[in-house]
């Protein structure tokens, strides 16, 4: 079945500093990408998507790229801050369902 | 702007207790999802819903656990009898049902404690 994989964390980075977070994924067909982002007690949240090959995702600074040939949609952000502090989960739908990673928690500190 | 809300936000029970947990999804979605979400196994849907049906209910604990729609503005999710185990927070979704590619929007969750 379809599945996805994410880099464990945590992640723990400072403020500026340059952000990956690496997903691939297995799956029939060609699904839909995702990024959701979970802050402390609250639901997840769209971060970005991408619907085909080569499209790119973004939003907020984010930045993430459906690589077919690698089956990735690694995350990325060029200088972080200490409100991106959240659990980052990469998720993929080829039907109406959504197949979650088990999510990255970034901290970044001052 | 539209959000989905839940309630209780947060519940404390002991065990054989009956809970239930209520959505309202935004108003205009037809399609309705529930996840548990622990840190052992994180998120699991447990069950969904368009316009109403229940499509897939395959993650749910069938003896104990249910799901309904009574109107196109509220999904409840019951367990009874509930047990230590069932402690997780449980979110409720909702969507456009696009075939792929749809976004879904999440409520805040409840978290749940059985004792």
């Known amino acids: 079945g379809d599945s996805v994989t994410q880099m464990e964390g945590p992640v723990t980075l400072s403020e500026e500093a340059f952000l990956t977070i690496n997903c691939t994924y297995t799956?029939?067909?060609?699904?839909?990408l995702f990024w959701y982002v979970q802050y402390p007690g609250e639901g997840l949240q769209l971060l970005l998507k991408?619907?085909?090959?080569?499209d790119k995702g973004s939003n907020k600074g984010f930045e993430a790229t459906y690589r077919k040939e690698t089956t990735s949609f690694h995350l990325e952000k060029g200088s972080v801050q200490v409100s991106d502090s959240a659990v980052y989960f990469c998720?993929?739908?080829?039907?109406?369902?959504?197949?979650f990673g088990k999510g990255t928690k970034l901290t970044v500190n001052p | 702007d539209a959000r989905v809300t839940q309630t209780p936000r947060h519940k404390v029970t002991e065990m054989g207790q009956e809970v239930t947990m209520r959505c309202q999804p935004i108003?205009?979605?037809?399609?309705v999802f529930w996840y548990r979400q622990t840190m052992m196994q994180g998120l699991e849907l447990l069950a969904y819903?368009?316009?109403?049906?229940?499509?897939?209910d395959s993650g749910m604990p069938k003896d104990r656990f249910s799901a309904e729609m009574p109107d196109a503005t509220l999904a409840t999710l019951k367990i009874q009898p509930s047990e230590p185990r069932d402690s997780a927070v449980y979110f409720c979704?909702?969507?456009?049902?696009?075939?792929?590619?749809?976004?879904?929007?999440f409520g805040p969750g409840t978290r749940l404690l059985v004792l």
């Open positions: 979704a909702s969507g456009l049902g696009d075939t792929k590619g749809g976004t879904q929007y």
């Open positions: 799956a029939t067909g060609y699904p839909s």
């Open positions: 991408a619907t085909k090959a080569d």
């Open positions: 998720a993929l739908s080829g039907s109406e369902k959504l197949v």
């Open positions: 108003l205009g979605h037809n399609t």
């Open positions: 819903f368009r316009n109403r049906a229940p499509l897939d």
